[in-house]
């Protein structure tokens, strides 16, 4: 069975101080994907990022890094000089990369972020 | 705007009533999704469909039922037999696995309806 493990429920940060979520995965898969999705106050989850199980380079969008070790089976979000708008709950998430599994995900409990100005 | 469409916003129900939640969309996506999220729990599958006519159950079915009869509309009906029925629940949909790469796996979410049972 698939299970994601984000340990950290809720970080306070003041503006500007990066902060890295933390997420921890377990599947029997070889080939699965992550992802990271944004839940603000309006309640729909936004897209961040999708990458695959055979692709361990790491990422840079603008001020979000991710960074993916397949040894730890871990996938952990950095944002970088956080801002207010940055408040939010995100959410990691794992997907079987079978065709025949559709694309369920599995989600993490979630990491609530508050960004004080 | 292509989207999701969730409603209602917020419901209340009393103990022992059934309630159906609308989702419904406009994006041409082949499969949809009913997550319930919890406190602390993040979100967890109900029900999923890829096809019209097709859907099955997912982590947490019990207590809940679903339909497809057209390609734009998913609703969930909350039944009473669901013992704790009070959450927030979000409609997904997204492109059926084996078109473009770039796009799979990605959800497309609603705003969500929040379910309050007295």
């Known amino acids: 069975a698939q299970k994601v493990t984000q340990a950290q429920t809720e970080i306070s940060v003041v503006e500007k101080e990066d902060v890295t979520l933390d997420c921890v995965y377990e599947?029997?898969?070889?080939?699965?994907?992550l992802f990271w999705y944004k839940q603000p106050p309006s309640g729909e989850l936004v897209f961040l990022i999708r990458?695959?199980?055979?692709?361990?380079q790491n990422e840079i969008s603008g001020r979000y890094s991710w960074n993916f070790q397949k040894s730890t089976s871990s996938f952990n979000f950095t944002i970088t000089a956080s801002q207010v708008v940055d408040s939010a709950v995100y959410f990691c998430?794992?997907?079987?990369?079978?065709?025949?599994?559709?694309?369920?995900?599995?989600f993490g409990g979630g990491t609530r972020v508050l960004v004080k100005p | 705007d292509g989207g999701i469409t969730q409603s209602p916003k917020y419901l209340f129900r009393k103990e022992g009533q059934n309630v159906t939640l609308s989702c419904e969309q406009n994006?041409?996506?082949?499969?949809m999704y009913w997550y319930r999220q919890d406190p602390g729990q993040g979100l967890r599958l109900i029900y999923y469909?890829?096809?019209?006519?097709?859907?099955q159950k997912g982590d947490i079915a019990e207590g809940y039922s679903v339909s497809r009869e057209k390609k734009e509309s998913f609703p969930l009906t909350v039944t009473s037999a669901q013992k704790n029925p009070t959450a927030f629940y979000l409609c997904?949909?997204?492109?059926?696995?084996?078109?473009?790469?770039?796009?799979?796996?990605?959800?497309?979410f609603g705003e969500g309806s929040r379910l309050t049972v007295l």
């Open positions: 997904a949909s997204s492109k059926k696995r084996g078109t473009p790469i770039a796009t799979t796996g990605e959800l497309f």
């Open positions: 599947t029997r898969d070889t080939t699965y994907y």
């Open positions: 990458r695959n199980s055979f692709d361990e």
């Open positions: 998430a794992l997907s079987e990369a079978k065709e025949a599994a559709g694309n369920k995900l599995t």
């Open positions: 994006l041409n996506h082949d499969a």
């Open positions: 469909s890829q096809i019209v006519n097709d859907f």
